[in-house]
């Protein structure tokens, strides 16, 4: 008995085809990426002054009279703008951004999966913009008054352009980091990791936690402090909160599978049976009668 011969193998090509067209994909969607924030950036520059001044009000309007910022970089008065420019850009294009690596990714997800991670992005982008905009209107305005407040007798308060606009953005992600925290606390329940009310028999640690974090990213005043302690405490009991619906309503779709799924009692056997009966001898009796009438 001869054995057949071997299969030949697919070419190479055809075997990294579907690797290599991943990879162009990926490649493509970064490039309308770079493209959106580019197209942005291109569109803002001209106002790229006005846009730094907006961004160095919070702090410039509570500046002596005789004082301002200053640059002391020779190259500063000119990148520092451009880079405030570019950074409003991506903030900006982050929906785009987010789009594009959404469309990427939910092709290789399950369905219920894609049902959870499309709406986590919404909202933790939105809460991220939500927390660089409490960093803006509460934050700095309470940072500037407390600093230019406390300055020493004979020193003038006149910060640096760039070291101010690091400080700003160093802000703006803490804050916005900071206001994750819902999120973050579901997709702990999410995977299993913890459950709500193990969740909630921490809280006392939790608003200790978030006073510390408090107290690190904000002025050394209670003020401050606590404008960004409560806001932190009660993202997190909305986190608890979100994830208890998720789990009842996760909890009732399983119920009604496992009702679907479960073997029927005797009653419900014989029912479905006189049913089946009942169906066959109406419609024995249709053919019948069919029958009948053919002879007739």
């Known amino acids: 008995m001869t054995t057949p011969p071997d299969k030949p193998e697919a070419p190479v090509e055809d075997q990294e085809q579907p690797f290599m067209s991943h990879l162009l994909e990926l490649r493509d969607r970064l490039m309308r990426m770079v493209l ?17 001044s907006l961004l160095a009000d919070p702090l410039t309007r509570h ?9 002391v970089e020779v190259i500063a008065p000119f990148l520092i703008p451009l880079k405030a420019t570019l950074v409003l850009a991506i903030f900006i294009a982050m929906p ?33 913009y939500l927390g660089a905009a409490f960093a803006y209107f509460v934050i700095l305005p309470l940072l500037s008054i407390f600093l230019t407040g406390t300055a020493p007798e004979g020193v003038a ?9 690091d400080f700003e953005l160093m802000l703006f992600f ?60 009660l993202l997190f009991e909305v986190g608890i909160f ?4 998720f ?8 119920g009604e599978e496992d009702e ?17 009966e009942a169906e066959e001898a109406a419609a024995g009796g249709s053919d019948a009668q069919e029958d009948g009438a053919d002879r007739r």
């Open 36 to 52: 959106a924030v580019l197209v942005i950036f291109l569109a803002l520059s001209p106002f790229a002054n006005r846009i730094f």
């Open 63 to 71: 500046l002596p009279a005789d004082t301002s910022l200053i640059a």
């Open 96 to 128: 785009y951004i987010l789009n594009q690596a959404w469309a990427f990714i939910a092709p290789g997800l399950y369905r219920h999966e894609r049902r959870m991670v499309l709406p986590l992005m919404v909202s933790s982008t939105l809460l991220f």
């Open 157 to 165: 308060v006149t910060p640096d352009i760039g070291k101010y606009l």
């Open 174 to 233: 803490a804050f916005g980091a900071a206001f994750e925290v819902p999120v973050a606390t579901f997709v702990l329940v999410w995977l299993g990791m913890t459950t709500p009310e193990a969740l909630a028999s921490k809280r006392p640690y939790v608003v200790v936690g978030a006073f510390v974090i408090g107290m690190l990213l904000t002025p050394p005043d209670v003020i401050s402090q606590t404008l960004l302690a409560l806001p932190m405490w």
């Open 242 to 245: 979100a994830s208890r619906v």
């Open 247 to 254: 789990l009842r309503r996760r909890a009732a779709a399983a």
């Open 260 to 276: 679907e799924d479960r073997p029927l009692t005797e009653a419900e056997m014989d029912e479905a049976l006189d049913r089946i």
